[in-house]
């Protein structure tokens, strides 16, 4: 085998949309992406939820084709115990994957994950079951054995073992295993997301002994934002550009009002966004004049219920509208503000025209 094939696997889309959204991979069958950069494959498997989906999957696409390593990425539950008391969207990388069978009895056999990967996390073992755990009538049968539960874990090493393949989990707390969970995961299932990615990357780079790329950080400047691995990338682009014209991070916090956003009530990445597009404005200044013009001219339809974008980087003479209708009456009034909205103008601002 020529190039290095690693296999990253998930049970649910939600925990892979990070890695789907930042790193260049291609969909090659469903719930199957591949990223093929000269010298390393890279296979993300989604696999559903449960041991015998992650089995029959995992153990196909091994069969197909071998793998240097497996990692498995995802959110747990979490029951404490003495020194492994962790809290919700804490990173976790799993010593050893245990089963409970579906009579909550655990399985002889269990699985040590590889020790060539070790990170700078919290260790925690883990007991995969083949019920969800949703209440705590079985706290006291798992917590003599492992503080983390999943229903998945157990399968990779199953699998890895069968293949002569060394794997590693790492997974992000999500709940207590009490049940009490699933609007939370649904809320921050990116920021979870984000976490897995951020640790899978340094993962790699150890498995791989690379020598990651010493690239200038600012985010110890801004500890009380929560920046997603884009965000950062975008953070940091713009504070190079601004420092090249002069700008420092102090005077840049009060001319953004950076205290006033933090401040605010709102999602963690919300505050990030806001804070970001500042940034944007001051350094292009015409940009966010051209902005404000088409907030303006939009304003009918942002009253009217539609949700206004416009292009990225303002490239093309694009308007996107999004809007949900709940009665006839809503429907009238998005009409109306369709009608009356002047479309020729948003052109000719764009192009420039308007802007003097």
């Not at 498995?72 to 962790?86: D, K, Q, S, T, Y």
């Not at 083949?130 to 798992?142: E, G, M, S, T």
């Not at 009002?257 to 597009?277: D, V």
Request: proline letters at 2%; hydrophobic letters at 35%; a negative charge.
């Amino acid at each position: 085998m020529d190039k290095t094939h690693l296999i990253l696997t998930f049970a649910h889309r939600g925990e892979a949309q990070s890695f789907l959204k930042e790193l260049p991979f291609k969909s090659i069958a469903q719930d199957h992406y591949q990223w093929d950069d000269g010298a390393i494959i890279r296979s993300l498997i989604i696999t559903g939820e449960g041991l015998e989906n992650t089995t029959l999957k995992l153990a196909k696409t091994l069969g197909d084709q071998s793998a240097n390593h497996l990692i498995n990425l995802g959110i747990c539950g979490h029951i404490p115990r003495a020194g492994e008391e962790f809290s919700i969207g804490q990173v976790i990388q799993v010593r050893t994957a245990m089963k409970a069978e579906s009579t909550n009895d655990l399985v002889f056999k269990s699985y040590t994950t590889s020790s060539d990967t070790k990170l700078k996390l919290p260790q925690a073992d883990l007991i995969s079951t083949v019920n969800r755990v949703l209440d705590k009538k079985n706290h006291a049968k798992f917590s003599p054995f492992a503080s983390l539960v999943d229903r998945e874990a157990w399968a990779i090493g199953l699998v890895a073992d069968h293949y002569q393949t060394p794997f590693s989990v790492i997974k992000v707390i999500s709940d207590f295993a009490d049940g009490e969970f699933c609007q939370m995961v649904k809320d921050d299932a990116l920021i979870w997301s984000d976490s897995l990615l951020r640790e899978y990357l340094k993962w790699e780079a150890l498995l791989l002994d690379q020598e990651k790329e010493s690239d200038e950080s600012f985010t110890q400047d801004f500890p009380e934002l929560y920046l997603t691995v884009s965000q950062e990338r975008t953070l940091s682009n713009l504070l190079k550009a601004l420092r090249l014209k002069g700008r420092e991070v102090s005077s840049l916090k009060e001319e953004t009002n950076y205290n006033e956003i933090c401040a605010q009530k709102i999602h963690p990445k919300k505050k990030s966004k806001i804070f970001l597009e500042s940034l944007k404005d001051i350094l292009n200044p015409l940009e966010k004049e051209l902005r404000d013009r088409l907030s303006q001219q939009t304003k009918l339809l942002s009253q009217a219920g539609f949700q206004v974008r416009f292009d990225q980087g303002f490239e093309k003479e694009v308007l996107h509208l999004n809007i949900s209708l709940e009665n006839e009456e809503e429907y009238k009034r998005a009409i109306r503000a369709l009608e009356q909205y002047d479309f020729k103008k948003f052109q000719k601002t764009i192009r420039g025209d308007l802007l003097v």
